[in-house]
């Protein structure tokens, strides 16, 4: 066996042990990721019992709907609850990756076949179910136009946090616990009928700088997401 052929064998061998290496470590890696997705999701489990009995002693829950990496990535994920009475009820379980979570009651019902059936025979749906209103508020323009996280913190402390905190205020007083703002700076609240405009923010930062404004909203002690690309949730449940 000459030079060469030894060489390659070594480089061979060499380059085997390398990669079951990264394997290993690799594998290693994932559990450890896993685990902590894991122990993480438990706390978050924990915390939805601790709240529901509570609120309501005796109440039995189960996931609906549970998005991977909820509790490590936050994220909305849906709850069934059995109440004593046994009546049941859907909950949006709202979790930020700093560790907030909030419980949010909604209105709805599963859909059933016979529903399904019944409802297209003898209803038809309004191509818009948008309420316009005005805006209970608008923010005075302060010619700010955001275009980096230091611009955006400026919009954030001039246009935004008091506005916002004060329109909070008020909506609690209400009995609601979230609100959206949308691209075009209107902040609304859903109900059955729709949606009600209850502020104008004005001009909002591009989306791409949104994530620093969900930041500070977190460190405010609120639940703060993108969704659906065109929209802000802010929440204040407890």
Request: charged fraction near 25%; hydrophobic fraction near 40%.
């Amino acid at each position: 066996m000459d030079l060469m052929n030894v060489i390659a064998i070594a480089l061979s061998s060499t380059t085997m042990f390398l990669l079951l290496l990264h394997m290993v470590i690799h594998r290693r890696k994932n559990k450890k990721i896993k685990r902590k997705e894991e122990l993480t999701l438990q706390g978050v489990t924990a915390g939805i019992g601790d709240r529901l009995h509570a609120a309501h002693p005796g109440s039995k829950w189960k996931w609906i709907c549970c998005p991977v990496g909820l509790a490590t990535n936050g994220g909305i994920a849906r709850i069934e609850v059995l109440y004593v009475s046994g009546k049941q009820q859907f909950m949006d379980v709202c979790v930020s990756p700093k560790g907030y979570m909030a419980l949010h009651l909604i209105n709805v019902d599963e859909l059933s076949v016979h529903d399904a059936r019944s409802d297209s025979a003898d209803f038809e749906y309004p191509v818009d179910t948008l309420r316009k209103l005005e805006p209970v508020g608008v923010a005075p323009k302060v010619g700010i136009q955001p275009h980096n996280e230091e611009s955006v913190g400026k919009w954030y402390n001039i246009v935004l946090i008091n506005a916002l905190t004060a329109l909070i205020d008020d909506l609690n007083a209400n009995g609601e616990v979230c609100l959206y703002i949308g691209q075009d700076g209107k902040a609304y609240v859903e109900d059955n009928d729709g949606t009600t405009v209850v502020y104008d923010f004005g001009d909002m930062p591009d989306m791409h700088l949104w994530e620093h404004i969900t930041e500070k909203l977190g460190e405010a002690g609120l639940f703060a997401e993108e969704q659906e690309g065109n929209r802000i949730f802010v929440s204040w449940a407890a």
